[in-house]
């Protein structure tokens, strides 16, 4: 590997650890006890747990989709499996059809839908993530929206929402029944809303950081790095997790365990979809398999839903 890119991957590794270390050094602490104090004056909140919960996701994945630079993870151009299988499937509503593409990123969706569509939005909740949408795609609508609320978008307006790489998993429990709820009524009738969600029953949902072996010392360097990262990530995000019978949090690999996800499992999230009036055409697992029934799968990291307004 080119010498200056493993040292670019290091460098936020190296930089972490060693900023961990110092500040252990210097205050006698970790960095999750680092948190900024509450102001003296303000007052204590008297919000319910869950509550208290739901900011505190949403303050945890803001600080990342936030955050300068972050729209370069997203520069991809391709489909996953799974969402290749499910749009070829599907291809007939979205080609001159009105579409909504949820969390958007920099618009690795993009080049596929907008060109089929005869009207495409791409909403994203991070100004940062918008202007690189807009400096990849100047042509096609972007705008900065949060998707708990599509108020400004009409009730029966889309044909085809798309919320893919588990963008609803960023919010809350209650904030996820608001984003269904605001799909379900800006979708017409016999539209279609895919999406992916973090997979509860994955094999591996509930695992920390894991060290990576390599034969290559460079590449075993890198690895400890990343696993030191990811750890000190761990021991402060993971203090978050929060497990309830319908889903838990959990912090993962994305961005080295510094987000904290919503995980359903499959039966629960077809339920779910039931109560917020739609129903559920098919489920695909990560390898583009349509699962059948709500049967558990173990081996993918999310599963990605196609729905339908139910009649
Ligand atoms: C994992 S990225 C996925 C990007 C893109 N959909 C893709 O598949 O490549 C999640 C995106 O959702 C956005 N997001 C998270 N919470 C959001 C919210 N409440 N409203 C709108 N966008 C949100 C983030 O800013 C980020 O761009």
Redesign the pocket.
């Known amino acids: 590997m080119d010498r200056r890119v493993l040292f670019n991957l290091s460098l936020p590794y190296v930089a972490r650890a060693a900023g961990w270390i110092f500040h252990r050094k210097e205050r006698g602490g970790s960095p999750s006890q680092r948190r900024p104090r509450r102001p003296m004056s303000s007052k204590p909140q008297r919000a319910t747990p869950d509550a208290t919960r739901t900011s505190i996701q949403d303050r945890v994945?803001r600080r990342i989709?936030?955050s300068p630079g972050v729209d370069s993870y997203?520069h991809?151009d391709q489909l996953d499996v799974a969402e290749g299988a499910a749009l070829l499937k599907h291809q007939p509503a979205v080609a001159g059809r009105r579409v909504l593409?949820?969390?958007?990123?920099p618009g690795?969706?993009t080049r596929f839908l907008a060109p089929l569509a005869s009207d495409y939005l791409g909403?994203?909740?991070?100004p940062i993530?918008v202007e690189s949408f807009r400096r990849s795609f100047p042509a096609v609508a972007v705008a900065c929206?949060?998707?708990?609320d599509l108020s400004s978008l009409a009730a029966d307006s889309i044909d085809f929402v798309l919320?893919?790489?588990?963008?609803i998993d960023?919010?809350s429990h209650q904030?996820r029944q608001q984003v269904l709820g605001e799909v379900r009524r800006v979708m017409c009738a016999g539209g279609i809303f895919m999406f992916s969600s973090h997979n509860r029953d994955f094999r591996e949902a509930f695992r920390g950081p894991q060290l990576r072996w390599s034969r290559s010392p460079c590449n075993q360097a890198l690895h400890l790095l990343r696993f030191i990262g990811q750890q000190l990530n761990h021991r402060s995000t993971g203090k978050l997790r929060q497990v309830e019978r319908e889903y838990a949090l959990l912090d993962d690999i994305?961005h080295d365990f510094q987000l904290l996800h919503y995980y359903i499992d499959c039966a629960t999230q077809i339920e779910q979809l039931a109560r917020n009036g739609f129903a559920t055409l098919e489920v695909y697992g990560h390898c583009g398999r349509v699962l059948s029934g709500s049967e558990s799968d173990l081996d993918s990291p999310s599963l990605l839903y196609v729905a339908t307004p139910a009649t």
């Open positions: 994945n989709y936030l997203y991809d593409d949820i969390g958007v990123g690795r969706t909403i994203d909740y991070s993530m929206l949060d998707m708990r919320a893919s790489c588990n963008v960023a919010v904030d994305g």
